[in-house]
C-alpha cells in the first residue's frame, strides 16, 4: 500500500516535472506571439506606409527629372502624402508589435514604444515635410525637387533609429 502511494506520488512528481519542462520549452517564442488584433495592426501599419512610399515614388523620379513633372500628377501625390502624413497612426501602433514581439513581420524596432516623444518628433518633421511638398508640387520641378529632398531625409530619419534593416 505504502510503495503503491509512494510509486504513485512518484508518477506524478515525474508528470508534474515533465509538463513543468514543457512548458518552459514552450514560453520563449509562443508566448511572445502576437495576438490577431496585434497582426492587423502590423499589417495595416505596412500598408499604410506603402501608400506613403507609392506616393512619393513619382515625385522622387519627376524631381530627379527620371519622369517629365506633370503638374496634376505632382499635385495629386503631393496632397496624398500630407493627408497620410496627418493620420494619427497610435492605433498602427499598439504595444507588442515590434519585431521581437513579431519577429519576420516587421521591422519596428522596440526602441519605437521606449522613446515615444523622439519618434512623435520625428513624425511631426515628416508631417512638416510632407506639407511643404504639398505648396511646392505645382509649382514645377525646380520647387519639388529640395522639398522632396527633404521628405526624403524626414522618412530617413526614422529609419535609421527605428527600422531594423532587415526582417
Ligand atoms: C522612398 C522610400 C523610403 C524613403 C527613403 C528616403 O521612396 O520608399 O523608405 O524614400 O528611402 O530616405
Not at 44 to 67: I, T, W
Request: hydrophobic letters at 45%; glycine letters at 8%.
Amino acid at each position: 500500500m505504502l510503495s503503491t502511494l509512494i510509486r504513485a506520488a512518484a508518477i506524478v512528481a515525474i508528470g508534474a516535472s515533465v509538463s513543468t519542462t514543457l512548458m518552459i520549452a514552450s514560453a520563449g517564442p509562443a508566448s511572445a506571439a502576437p495576438t490577431e488584433a496585434q497582426k492587423q495592426a502590423i499589417q495595416a501599419r505596412r500598408g499604410y506606409y506603402r501608400m506613403v512610399a507609392l506616393n512619393f515614388g513619382p515625385l522622387v523620379a519627376m524631381a530627379k527629372g527620371e519622369a517629365p513633372f506633370d503638374k496634376d500628377k505632382a499635385s495629386l501625390h503631393a496632397s496624398n502624402l500630407e493627408l497620410l502624413a496627418n493620420v494619427d497612426l497610435t492605433p498602427v501602433f499598439p504595444e507588442g508589435t515590434d519585431n521581437d514581439a513579431a519577429f519576420g513581420e516587421t521591422r519596428a524596432l522596440a526602441k519605437i514604444w521606449a522613446e515615444l516623444p523622439e519618434v512623435t518628433k520625428k513624425d511631426d518633421a515628416f508631417e512638416a515635410a510632407a506639407k511643404a511638398i504639398a505648396a511646392a508640387a505645382p509649382n514645377g520641378r525646380d520647387a519639388l525637387r529640395p522639398a522632396g529632398g527633404a521628405l526624403g531625409q524626414s522618412c530617413k530619419g526614422c529609419h535609421d533609429a527605428y527600422r531594423a534593416k532587415d526582417f
